[in-house]
């Protein structure tokens, strides 16, 4: 280190005169440049470039809000950002109101869609309803003439008889002048045979056979007892007297019904009726023979609503030999509906079906795109057949639609002021409240009131737990629901137990829809089902009871306006 000191000062002057030169030569070399004009090919470049730098702007495929200057991962999913220009298409028919996401966006929101296609509506249609009697197989034994019950050959309500078998006997008075009346008019009967006649004929009007008349006349005496006989073979339903009652002419003795054919009497809603026709086939079974499953075409419709149930009597008949089945048996049956039999029509899947009340809306993909590309459309219902709709307006044979994903898609359609659901106008995206809030819960009166200030009608949707188990559960959980006033659509979804609900809440609250489920069986996340009536449903309804160690307002709601 010393010597390396020693020479630079020895030789100091030398040092200086290097520093000196290369300072010199660096300012000719760069002040030169400086006068050079640029090549046009230079300036195209540059210009390029920096135009490139200034207009790439990142943005997320699932969530278009976000824009920045560099590349990097969203903030709000943690997706790689893209740039801006890559959203858009090239193509000369490109709609504005297209929606365009990326693979691994479309990836990663499970987008899944389906061509649409003609087919013919069917429904199963859950049903419940009681054995009943035949009214055609029935007989109301009544008393053609006053008097006493002599003897009584039936003794218990159920008895078996067949037909002509005695079932009392009965003195009257009034038969026994009748009977003399006609024996007198024997003894002038070639001379007044009329009078004769009417004798006859007022005895017969008494249910007296013409055997017994000519017994009576043959034998010259009145008879004073006469047997009450069986007019069909089956069983007594009803016994009206006992032994040595008085009965009055008119007066109801037995009732006698034939059990080998029954009826079998099921309630059908008035959304169901449309549905139903004669003809249509029939399954249903008995809780009290497990394991039998009866087969049935439906024979008549009830043209009249109940007042108070809404329903209307839909009637199978059974051949019922062994007389298994008894009245006032429940049953639950499972009819098999086509609305238009042998005629083919549109159908999609429900679940691709956003429906505020007013509009139903689909998303149709655009052919022909190089990224998942959708567009919005509104289209004209018919009816429900099962999980699929029927078609009216608005949709083609062939085309694709979205049914996985659809909320997802029309969310990103909404933010980037696009046509929407609740946004048919498209326009600059709507201004909503924030439910991704950490530190609570936010109760549904909140969200009615914050409704309310910003628009006059309102459809609210609520997420909430519904205790089930089968398609009967989701038919009845979803009728209830939708019979609370105010509640515009209503599902129920099997494998989660939670039901999607859309309601007004300026007419209704959403703890008067919980109390209207709970009291057909169901338990739900604010209200319990009382025992009794959940002890009463079929066998594959009962579910596993819901506890209630929850937060009495830990339900799940997210609200949107109808304009």
Request: aromatic fraction near 8%.
């Amino acid at each position: 280190m010393k010597s390396i000191i020693k020479n630079i000062k020895e030789n100091y002057k030398l040092v200086i005169v290097v520093l000196i030169t290369g300072i010199l030569l660096g300012w000719l070399l760069f002040h030169s440049s400086e006068g050079i004009a640029p090549t046009k090919e230079t300036a195209e470049i540059h210009d390029e470039y920096e135009h490139e730098e200034e207009a790439t702007i990142w943005t997320c495929s699932m969530h278009p809000q976000i824009k920045q200057d560099k590349p990097g991962d969203c903030p709000i999913c943690g997706m790689e950002l893209i740039p801006l220009e890559s959203m858009d298409s090239g193509d000369e028919d490109f709609d504005p109101n297209e929606v365009m996401l990326t693979e691994s966006a479309a990836k990663l929101a499970d987008i899944q869609t389906t061509k649409v296609m003609k087919g013919n509506p069917e429904k199963e249609i859950y049903l419940q309803g009681k054995v009943a009697v035949d009214e055609r197989n029935m007989a109301e034994l009544t008393a053609r003439f006053g008097g006493r019950i002599e003897k009584l050959y039936v003794n218990f309500t159920g008895e078996k008889v067949n037909k002509g078998e005695r079932l009392a006997t009965i003195y009257s008075p009034e038969l026994v002048s009748a009977q003399r009346e006609l024996i007198e008019a024997l003894a002038i009967k070639e001379s007044r045979p009329a009078i004769y006649q009417a004798a006859r004929a007022k005895l017969r009007l008494w249910d007296l056979t013409d055997e017994q008349i000519v017994q009576i006349e043959q034998e010259g005496e009145p008879r004073l007892y006469f047997d009450v006989l069986s007019p069909i073979s089956g069983t007594v339903m009803k016994r009206h007297v006992t032994l040595g009652d008085y009965v009055k002419m008119g007066g109801p003795l037995f009732r006698v019904v034939d059990l080998s054919t029954v009826w079998v009497m099921f309630d059908a809603y008035e959304e169901d009726i449309s549905w139903i026709k004669e003809g249509d086939k029939m399954e249903f079974t008995v809780k009290s023979i497990p394991g039998k499953t009866y087969k049935a075409n439906t024979q008549f419709i009830d043209p009249f609503i109940h007042p108070k149930t809404r329903t209307a009597k839909v009637r199978v008949e059974v051949s019922n030999p062994e007389q298994k089945l008894k009245p006032e048996m429940f049953a639950n049956g499972k009819l098999y509906s086509q609305k238009a039999a042998n005629t083919q029509q549109l159908m999609i899947p429900k679940s691709s079906v956003l429906w505020t009340g007013k509009r139903s809306v689909v998303y149709v993909k655009v052919p022909e795109r190089e990224n998942p590309t959708f567009l919005y459309r509104e289209i004209v219902l018919g009816p429900l057949a099962g999980d699929y709709y029927v078609v009216e307006e608005g949709l083609s044979a062939g085309e694709e639609i979205a049914t996985n994903g659809v909320f997802k898609i029309d969310a990103s359609a909404q933010l980037e002021g696009k046509k929407s659901m609740m946004n048919p106008s498209g326009g600059s995206a709507p201004v909503g409240h924030d439910h991704g809030n950490s530190g609570g819960t936010t109760s549904e009166d909140d969200h009615a009131a914050h409704a309310m200030e910003t628009t006059d009608e309102v459809s609210v949707h609520a997420m909430f737990e519904v205790g089930g188990a089968c398609e009967m559960c989701k038919d009845r959980i979803e009728k209830a629901a939708r019979s609370v006033d105010g509640v515009s659509s209503a599902e129920w979804s099997i494998e989660d137990h939670i039901l999607h609900l859309s309601y007004n809440s300026k007419k209704v609250k959403l703890v008067d829809v919980h109390k209207a489920i709970a009291a057909v069986g169901h338990d739900t996340e604010k209200v319990k089902a009382p025992d009794s009536v959940y002890n009463n449903l079929p066998d594959c309804c009962l579910y596993e009871r819901l506890s209630y160690d929850k937060p009495a307002n830990a339900i799940k709601t997210d609200e949107f306006f109808v304009n």
